[in-house]
């Protein structure tokens, strides 16, 4: 029995020499090292960029796309191995008498070899897959930049809508003291009770803005990866500064460094290796085999040969025989990448048309900016300041005044909704062309 082990060992030793021997000349040497990280350069950019660290470190859903980039990373190698060896082993219930005795036992070893540069081809369709998943990685990357941009801003725009409320309720409250006076001096009660409905109407404003900032600090939160609800603290924040959007940089910025194009174009890599590698449909694959089988003595031990185990070496070779599936393979692999070409042409249609809409948006939203600020709110602050001093002098109603307070509160919360939206465009343009920002 030991003598049978060694010659199996042996026999074994021999089939898996061959394979790492052909691993070895067939295999095609290629760049596996991992592709170069996309920087994300906007983590110091006002009052996001702390956040979008934390983010950036703690996003759990951001970590698994990392997981699954590592993983296809680990599958390249596996990609361009050979087939695993198979190993068959045969007892035989009933003893197959030969001239040389009975054969108890029938070992084969099998190794198949795929066709020379077939094994280089999946490695490279394993490698572009691996490369689109860091792509779709650093995608989420800026996704999540998106979604905490957005939502910082909103948080610190309802701030400024809080702040103004309550502002303008204390302001309400000065002129109730004004109304009580004259309540007491014999004037009318109706004044008095339309600054209480109206200060009323401002502290409902203010609880539901708070209720709304609670629900959008509790999504950040998420976003975060904090464990628990926290509540974000006040942001104190300005308008940006004026700038000028170049559409031809931002466009080309966009095409060039955008993760969800680089995406699709390591897609196409991929497809197009696959391409390559179906055109291996219609070649034939060897297998290398040894078939080893153990012998009982002769019935007359004295025959030459008595006891002797045979063994043999095997070739075989697959015969592609069906054309038409073959070339059906080939087409179909073909199409696929006819249509990664399409969806990166669509893609970059898209592209130009968000870059078009977002410049749109940050110029509409500085325009409005500099109107309120500089015409706007400046006159409805003298008109409010000439109200408020004619009802003191009682040349005036209170409804007049209670419309004045309306008219401010109104367009500061215009100009601080139209200050948030300029951030939030410059960001959305940041994040479409890949990270570049405008100074």
Do not use: C
Not at 84 to 92: A, C, E
Not at 297 to 306: K, P, T
Not at 341 to 370: G, P, T
Request: glycine content about 4%.
């Amino acid at each position: 029995m030991n003598f049978f082990i060694h010659r199996i060992f042996h026999a074994s030793f021999a089939i898996l020499a061959v394979s790492s021997i052909t691993e070895y000349t067939f295999a095609d040497q290629s760049d596996t090292d991992s592709p170069k990280s996309i920087p994300i350069e906007l983590s110091s950019k006002n009052i996001v960029g702390p956040l979008i660290s934390e983010a950036l470190e703690n996003n759990p859903g951001l970590r698994a796309f990392d997981l699954r980039y590592q993983a296809a990373r680990e599958s390249i190698t596996s990609a361009r191995a050979l087939p695993n060896p198979k190993v068959q082993l045969t007892h035989f219930v009933e003893s197959i008498q030969t001239r040389t005795g009975p054969q108890r036992q029938a070992i084969q070893l099998q190794q198949p070899l795929p066709w020379h540069g077939s094994r280089a081809r999946r490695q490279e369709a394993a490698q572009a897959q691996a490369e689109s998943l860091w792509h779709a990685y650093a995608s989420q990357q800026f996704i999540l930049l998106d979604s905490i941009a957005e939502k910082t801003l909103e948080v610190a725009y309802l701030d400024k809508s809080i702040n103004q409320l309550e502002s303008n309720t204390q302001l309400l409250a000065q002129l109730e003291t004004i109304a009580e006076e004259r309540i007491r001096s014999g004037g009318n009660l109706n004044d008095h009770l339309r600054l209480q409905i109206e200060t009323q109407r401002f502290a409902d404003q203010i609880e539901r803005l708070k209720t709304r900032r609670k629900t959008i600090s509790a999504e950040l939160d998420a976003l975060l990866g904090r464990k628990s609800i926290s509540q974000i603290p006040e942001i104190e924040w300005a308008a940006p500064a004026k700038v000028s959007a170049d559409l031809n940089q931002l466009y080309a910025s966009s095409t060039e460094r955008n993760p969800q194009i680089a995406i699709l174009r390591s897609l196409l890599s991929n497809q197009e290796a696959r391409e390559r590698l179906a055109e291996f449909a219609s070649k034939p694959e060897v297998t290398l085999g040894l078939n080893y089988m153990r012998t009982g003595d002769a019935i007359n031990r004295a025959l030459e040969g008595s006891g002797k185990d045979p063994w043999a070496l095997m070739v075989g070779i697959s015969l592609p025989v069906w054309g038409k599936a073959n070339r059906s393979i080939q087409l179909a692999a073909s199409l696929q990448s006819d249509a990664l070409f399409a969806q990166i042409e669509d893609k970059e249609l898209h592209l130009r048309a968000d870059v078009h809409r977002w410049i749109a948006k940050l110029e509409d939203s500085q325009s409005r900016i500099e109107r309120y600020e500089n015409k706007l709110i400046p006159l409805a602050l003298q008109s409010r300041e000439i109200t408020k001093s004619n009802y003191r002098t009682n040349r005036t109603s209170i409804s007049d005044v209670i419309d004045s307070e309306r008219i401010v509160i109104e367009l500061e919360t215009q100009y601080w909704r139209a200050a948030a939206d300029a951030w939030i465009a410059r960001w959305k343009l940041a994040t479409l062309s890949g990270g570049l920002w405008l100074n």
